[in-house]
């Protein structure tokens, strides 16, 4: 077999980056090597992202650059997976010829055979956008069973991948087009996976998925009943797993069970992502998000109940076709009221095919603009705040990056740490007690104490 090189760059979230991974995996097996200079790449793959209309054109505006290396290159193929390939993969096949494959979400399985016949010259062009209603993980297992245990150093965590789709159709969300309907992916396989994993020396997972709190509602095995909080447990019983994270959750589907798992569950990291969306009921409303600022404050309440040191962070829109200034002035008081540790925050942008894109009362670029400072400029005093709360404090975190002067860690409540000596050789996934000692907006700094009972 003869070696190639792959290269891919990857757009958006985290559901994407674990693409890109399965699809390296499911290369390296056909001889394809991962390399991160495109000049040398016989494949060159861009992952894409069509969430914001900003992450969509600069994965044309790379598109566009590569008509010139396929010019230079004949020989080298150029392809598109990810969300981008799914929604306009018509258009892609018409608008740019020098692209040879587009692949769809659910087909990143078939990039070997697709990628065999154009290497053979069998044909010219490969699509695939077929959005189906089975899992389409299974091949994965064995992948990773043929992976011997490996000491580098960013293999001490990884994602794991539940559930795909989603069915709540957000008015503003391109995610049911691009990722199709919610399917829960069989129990028995997520915990083979995980079990690998941990085998190889993995120390922190996080499960992925768009909706994961719905976890078990739709299955691809007929008769499996259980739900996420059943499903956090059994993971994190898997012995050897230090940390377990998930993302992502939607309000409505925040079960008490659920809750309880941050008291209950030992390895479960104290950091919660709940994407609200806006502080108006009725931009809610028109978001169909399904619930309302009352509810998701309760939800707040109860799990600082359970977790008291649970640290909380969003995802807010601005300028939602209609928000007025009231409306705006609420996800003000809403970031006052919850104090969120950290946000993703972003200007509405109209979505192809999404509800909202047809709604009439559009706001103006420059509100949108000013909306999104006074947000950030807020939460960014708040997450300052958030963080001198660590001051003087010993915590618990994970090792990152031991290579460069200063050691970079994280807390659990996600918190990027850098540690400024050690007194014990330290290196990724190993977990060290920390005491804090400054608070940046974005991160902490601390010395190490001593290695963790857990480590
Ligand atoms: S919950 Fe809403 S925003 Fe999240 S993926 Fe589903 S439709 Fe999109």
């Keep these: 077999m003869m070696n190639k090189n792959l290269y891919i760059k990857t757009f958006g979230c985290q559901m994407n980056e674990r693409d890109s991974e399965i699809i390296e995996q499911l290369l390296a097996q056909e001889g394809y090597i991962p390399t991160d200079n495109p000049g040398d790449a016989d494949v060159i793959l861009i992952n894409t992202c069509s969430i914001r209309e900003k992450a969509e054109q600069k994965v044309f505006s790379l598109l566009g650059a590569l008509r010139e290396e396929k010019k230079r290159n004949p020989d080298l193929i150029v392809g598109v997976a990810g969300c981008v390939a799914q929604q306009e993969g018509e258009q892609i096949r018409e608008r740019m010829p020098h692209v040879d494959l587009v692949v769809g979400?659910?087909?990143?399985?078939?990039?070997?055979?697709?990628?065999?016949?154009?290497a053979g010259k069998v044909t010219t062009r490969e699509i695939a956008t077929n959005l189906e209603s089975a899992f389409a993980i299974p091949p994965f297992q064995k992948l990773l069973k043929d992976v011997a245990p490996s000491p580098a150093p960013q293999n001490y965590r990884r994602f794991v991948t539940i559930m795909q789709g989603c069915n709540n159709f957000c008015s503003y969300c391109v995610v049911p087009g691009t990722?199709?309907?919610?399917?829960?992916?069989?129990?028995?396989?997520?915990?083979?996976?995980?079990?690998?994993?941990?085998?190889?020396?993995?120390?922190?997972?996080?499960?992925?998925?768009?909706?994961?709190?719905?976890?078990?509602?739709?299955?691809?095995?007929?008769?499996?009943?259980?739900?996420?909080?059943?499903?956090?447990?059994?993971?994190?019983?898997?012995?050897?797993?230090?940390?377990?994270?998930?993302?992502?959750?939607?309000?409505?589907?925040?079960?008490?069970?659920?809750?309880?798992?941050?008291?209950?569950?030992?390895i479960l990291c104290p950091h919660f992502h709940l994407p609200v969306q806006s502080g108006s009921d009725a931009v809610l409303k028109r978001m169909n998000r399904k619930y309302t600022i009352a509810h998701y404050l309760d939800k707040v309440e109860s799990l600082r109940r359970y977790r008291p040191d649970i640290a909380l962070a969003t995802d807010i829109i601005v300028g939602f076709p209609g928000e007025s200034e009231a409306d705006f002035a609420a996800t003000m008081e809403l970031l006052e009221s919850v104090r969120f540790h950290s946000s993703f925050s972003f200007k509405y942008s109209d979505r192809p095919h999404t509800r909202s894109a047809g709604f009439a009362d559009k706001i103006p670029e420059e509100v949108k603009s000013q909306r999104l400072t006074a947000f950030q400029r807020r939460q960014d005093e708040i997450s300052l705040e958030r963080n001198i709360e660590s001051l003087g404090n010993v915590i618990e975190v994970m090792i990152e990056d031991s290579h460069a002067a200063a050691v970079k860690a994280r807390s659990g409540a996600n918190q990027v740490v850098h540690l400024s000596s050690s007194p014990v050789d330290v290196y990724p996934g190993d977990l060290v007690m920390a005491r804090i000692n400054q608070a940046g907006k974005h991160s902490l700094k601390g010395t190490i104490m001593l290695q963790s009972t857990r480590r």
């Excluded at 979400?105 to 154009?118: C, N, S």
């Excluded at 992916?185 to 994993?197: F, G, N, T, Y």
């Excluded at 120390?203 to 008769?223: D, P, R």
Aim: net charge neutral; with cysteine.
């Design 179 to 266: 990722r199709g309907r919610e399917i829960s992916r069989p129990l028995a396989d997520i915990l083979e996976e995980v079990e690998i994993l941990v085998a190889q020396g993995i120390k922190e997972i996080t499960l992925l998925g768009q909706n994961v709190n719905s976890y078990g509602q739709t299955n691809a095995v007929a008769g499996q009943a259980v739900t996420f909080p059943g499903l956090l447990r059994q993971v994190a019983a898997v012995g050897g797993l230090k940390r377990l994270r998930f993302t992502t959750s939607h309000p409505k589907d925040l079960t008490d069970e659920l809750m309880r798992c941050f008291a209950e569950i030992e």
């Design 105 to 118: 979400t659910q087909q990143i399985y078939r990039l070997p055979e697709m990628l065999q016949r154009l």
